[in-house]
């Protein structure tokens, strides 16, 4: 598979601040790659890297083999990120028709773009008059008016209600049988499980875990156990079944997908056992059972 985004050792720090510390990402030709960790994980920062906003520190970002920072590359590359935004004075028409001859393409490849994001009858519409769901697609149409080989979307389905988000992943597969790659953030592990062929966890700047969705779904605590209790967090790490451990307060979290054997031995093991209770597992719990560590 051709690799349309190759990522070396790319490094970064804000100050004192290590955001990025060594991570290594690849993305081929009409592959999806999400990437998914909770918030500070680095995100952000790899995606202004990607995008030529950033240098690698002493590592490398290739976009189809050039570096990004260079306008050619630039080309090649869609991006949706929040910060972005655009002038809203211009109509929408205006936009995705600047944006398809910024790229090097031609004015009349934005007509079939509006058209594919449902856009066609808002083209004469000022930005700023569109709703928030709106202006998502027409960030989408910008970026992919000049057929780029990388689409790089940041957190792109928030704030879109469920029929906009099948709508958006249904367009992507589209893109993707046409061989564009995708690297896209996200907080959602449903999310990433539904559009991504690989999942890549960030967290404190470091590659933790990658794999495909069924893999590390498989690895996912599905259920929470919550609990005052005074077992010490070496026996709780060693319960049978626990994949996390997280202390919050004077409560522990335990992740797991064997909520009874954890609640039988957690009952027969502290009779003082206090506070108990049962939830479908979070993020938190999930990321921290895809790391194989609880968060402190
Ligand atoms: N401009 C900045 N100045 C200083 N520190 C920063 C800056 N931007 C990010 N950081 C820090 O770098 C780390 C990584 O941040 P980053 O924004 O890349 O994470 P993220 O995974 O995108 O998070 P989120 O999901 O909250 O957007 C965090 O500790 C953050 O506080």
Redesign the pocket.
Known sequence: METVLGVRGAR?S??A????DGVDLDVGAGECVALL????????????MVVGLLPAGDGVVRVCGGDPRVAATRRRLGVVQQSLGFPTTLKVGELVTGAAVRAGASRSAAGPVLAELDLTDLAGRRAAKLSGGQQQRLQLAMALVADPRLLVL??PTAGLDLPARRRFWRLLAHRRERGTGVLI?T?LIEESAAVADRVVV?DG?RVRASGTPDELVARLPDRTVIAKTSIGRARLEALPGVVSVRTDGEHVHLGTRTPEAVLRVLLAEDPGLSGLRVESAGLEEAVAGLMNRGAA
């Open positions: 970064h804000y100050g601040t290590r955001a990025l960790g909770p918030n500070g994980a680095g995100k952000t920062t790899l995606v202004n940041d957190e953030t907080h960030l700047g």
